[in-house]
């Protein structure tokens, strides 16, 4: 009995007692981010065939008007962004477009083509093909990096070819790669075989045909500016242009051959005047050296990324370019 009213004493006890409910957690405050901060971008343009600095044109960075200054300078103050597309235009150039970085402060050097002095349908005839193909004309075609030339030893039958011949093409590639390129491109490494390196990155395979049926009529052909790829020099003489016109006396193969498709090679296409090294037809002397105008516009698109089109605009993104082929 004592026992029954201990245990009903102590249930009583137990269901009397509330425990104490937790204090509510503080709300966790984030501070606000604070404003994005100002920060400029600015430019200079100046004209790629000169260097001359270029003013009064109209400038426009992502749909934001502005002018160039006397200096040729341009100032934009940005609070956001990554990329941004910069057109140039105006009566003293042709148009421009390419695309910047803008996500933080930087200054840029912007070039244009001058118009002065400047023949805007030869440029085209050299860079995209417009002598041959006016209505389809080409994007920039061009190597970013000094290609390795392997020269062959032999034709594609195994025939020796001859050593002063070799010797004359060395020499004549080591010169057209940084002429054509006005030093953008380095002399380059000439290596000898029997072998190929044609579709091998960084390379340009000289070979020669076993016989002229693939180049009947002509002194070579080359693929225009393809990594790993080849030029073709007629080592048998061409049929219908006469034995003198391919070669020199002292070797089969003449230098303006050599410069010429060195030129398809390197990204360049026919022109319309017999003084052009790379003229579609047949030269007058078989040392031509590249022409002036042929060196001028060569070095603008030089200063350009591949896949520029027409008039003047850089790519958005990287361009890759289905190969092509020129026939001297």
Same mark, same amino acid.
């Given at each position: 009995?004592?026992?029954?009213?201990?245990?009903?004493?102590?249930?009583?006890?137990?269901?009397?007692?509330?425990?104490?409910?937790?204090?509510?957690?503080?709300?966790?405050?984030?501070?606000?981010?604070?404003?994005?901060?100002?920060?400029?971008?600015?430019?200079?343009?100046?004209?790629? $065939?000169?260097?001359?600095?270029?003013?009064?044109?109209?400038?426009?960075?992502?749909?934001?008007?502005?002018?160039? $200054?006397?200096?040729?300078?341009?100032?934009?103050?940005?609070?956001?962004?990554?990329?941004?597309?910069?057109?140039?235009?105006?009566?003293?150039?042709?148009?421009?477009?390419?695309?910047?970085?803008?996500?933080?402060?930087?200054?840029?050097?912007?070039?244009?083509?001058?118009?002065?002095?400047?023949?805007?349908?030869?440029?085209?005839?050299?860079?995209? $093909?417009?002598?041959?193909?006016?209505?389809?004309?080409?994007?920039?075609?061009?190597?970013?990096?000094?290609?390795?030339?392997?020269?062959?030893?032999?034709?594609?039958?195994?025939?020796?070819?001859?050593?002063?011949?070799? $010797?004359?093409?060395?020499?004549?590639?080591? %010169?057209?790669?940084?002429?054509?390129?006005?030093?953008?491109?380095?002399?380059?490494?000439?290596?000898?075989?029997?072998?190929?390196?044609?579709?091998?990155?960084?390379?340009?395979?000289?070979?020669?045909?076993? %016989?002229?049926?693939?180049?009947?009529?002509?002194?070579?052909?080359?693929?225009?500016?393809?990594?790993?790829?080849?030029?073709?020099?007629?080592?048998?003489?061409?049929?219908?242009?006469?034995?003198?016109?391919?070669?020199?006396?002292?070797?089969?193969?003449?230098?303006?051959?050599?410069?010429?498709?060195?030129?398809?090679?390197?990204?360049?296409?026919?022109? %319309?005047?017999?003084?052009?090294?790379?003229?579609?037809?047949?030269?007058?002397?078989?040392?031509?050296?590249?022409?002036?105008?042929?060196?001028?516009?060569?070095?603008?698109?030089?200063?350009?990324?591949?896949?520029?089109?027409?008039? %003047?605009?850089?790519?958005?993104?990287?361009?890759?370019?289905?190969?092509?082929?020129?026939?001297?």
């Amino acid at each position: 009995m004592r026992s029954l009213i201990l245990l009903g004493l102590l249930c009583s006890a137990c269901g009397g007692s509330n425990p104490t409910a937790p204090s509510p957690a503080p709300p966790i405050v984030t501070p606000a981010p604070p404003p994005p901060q100002p920060y400029t971008v600015a430019g200079a343009v100046t004209a790629t $065939n000169g260097g001359q600095v270029l003013g009064g044109l109209n400038v426009t960075l992502n749909g934001q008007p502005t002018t160039t $200054n006397g200096a040729g300078g341009f100032t934009y103050t940005l609070t956001s962004g990554s990329t941004a597309r910069l057109t140039l235009d105006g009566s003293g150039i042709v148009p421009r477009a390419l695309t910047l970085n803008v996500a933080s402060a930087r200054q840029v050097a912007v070039g244009a083509i001058g118009l002065g002095g400047f023949d805007l349908t030869f440029y085209r005839a050299l860079v995209r $093909n417009g002598f041959e193909a006016p209505a389809t004309l080409q994007p920039l075609r061009r190597w970013t990096r000094t290609p390795i030339i392997y020269l062959k030893t032999v034709d594609e039958a195994g025939e020796a070819i001859h050593g002063p011949t070799l $010797n004359l093409i060395e020499a004549t590639v080591k %010169d057209a790669v940084p002429r054509w390129t006005s030093g953008v491109l380095g002399v380059p490494i000439v290596e000898r075989g029997t072998e190929t390196r044609v579709g091998v990155s960084g390379f340009i395979t000289i070979r020669f045909p076993a %016989d002229n049926t693939a180049l009947a009529g002509v002194c070579g052909t080359a693929q225009v500016a393809q990594d790993g790829g080849w030029i073709e020099l007629n080592y048998h003489g061409a049929s219908g242009l006469g034995g003198g016109v391919c070669r020199v006396p002292g070797a089969v193969v003449a230098p303006h051959t050599v410069r010429h498709e060195i030129g398809h090679a390197l990204g360049l296409w026919h022109t %319309d005047r017999v003084t052009d090294v790379m003229f579609g037809g047949t030269w007058l002397d078989p040392n031509q050296q590249p022409s002036a105008r042929e060196l001028a516009a060569a070095a603008i698109a030089y200063q350009r990324p591949v896949g520029n089109v027409d008039p %003047d605009s850089d790519p958005t993104s990287t361009v890759n370019l289905a190969p092509m082929t020129a026939r001297e």
